[in-house]
């Protein structure tokens, strides 16, 4: 791998940990960047997730110490992410990202239209919502079902943890992006443990990719909370485009 390819991962990690620390999504920015220099898909995936799970449990620690997050659905379903997204990983090369890419797509279109036509959604926090009922419906949409997907392919999963605990618990974008960094962390490392028995993980590569990805995260844990639920609504919208062109790139071309 040339000094250019090196440099560019560096700088896409680094891009990819203040996305992810926003609304999720850093992906877009990371795997592609990962895959052009030649290295095998599973290997891209297994080195994104083992730069990634640093980057998420940095903005975690940050949203942790100075923002509110919900601890009844983020610590339980961070727990069950761990399991879920490593059987979603070890189910990855059974399962065709064919068949996957089209139901994400119309899923990230849904959730587009549903932002922008809703724009008070997340703007403040909607605590009549909360039941004991939506609460476990929380825990187990985003610590197995959402989880599981990231194990399998993983476009999207933050952006999908916030528009879940906003839209069935009632949380505001700060809030729900703290919480989904929490669980985040846990699919991460859910897959990473998998692709690491593997043996599918470049761990020099990683590392130095993670190094960024921290600090990249670190700016954007920081701006998010800072800027508020406005701020995190405008680049959650940007980054479902992005990530619908890019599915929609590799499906159609």
């Known amino acids: 791998m040339s000094l250019e390819q090196v440099l560019l991962l560096l700088v896409a990690a680094a891009g ?6 926003v609304v999720g999504g850093g992906g877009l920015l990371q795997l592609p960047a990962l895959m052009v220099t030649g290295i095998s898909p599973v290997q891209a995936m297994a080195t994104n997730k083992f730069s990634s799970v640093f ?13 509110k997050f ?3 659905v983020a610590l339980p379903g961070a727990a069950l992410a761990v399991l879920s997204a490593g059987l979603g990983a070890s189910a990855a090369a059974a399962i065709s990202a064919e068949v996957l890419r089209p139901a994400v797509m119309v899923i990230l279109l849904g959730v ?16 009549q919502l909360r039941t ?5 419906l929380a825990v187990g949409v985003a610590g ?12 999207g999963t933050g952006t999908f943890l916030i528009i879940a605990f906003t839209t069935i618990i009632g949380l505001d974008f700060v809030s729900a992006s703290a919480s989904a960094k929490i669980i985040n962390t846990g699919t991460n490392l859910g897959a990473l443990l998998v692709f690491g028995w593997q043996g599918h993980v470049l761990w020099g590569l990683g590392l130095g990719m ?16 800072r800027r508020g639920a406005g701020f995190v609504r405008i ?7 992005a990530m619908v062109a890019r599915l929609g790139w590799q499906q159609f071309a």
């Open 16 to 21: 990819a940990g203040w996305v992810d620390a």
């Open 55 to 67: 980057g998420t449990a940095s903005a975690a620690v940050t949203y942790a110490l100075t923002t």
């Open 70 to 72: 919900d601890r009844e």
């Open 112 to 127: 587009a239209a549903f932002v922008t036509l809703r724009p008070a959604l997340g703007a403040t926090g909607q605590p």
């Open 132 to 136: 004991r009922r939506r609460v476990v």
């Open 144 to 155: 197995l079902g959402i989880a599981f997907y990231d194990g399998i392919m993983g476009p």
């Open 210 to 225: 993670a190094a960024c990805n921290i600090a990249g995260a670190q700016v954007g844990a920081r701006m998010a909370i």
């Open 235 to 241: 680049i959650l919208l940007c980054v479902v485009v």
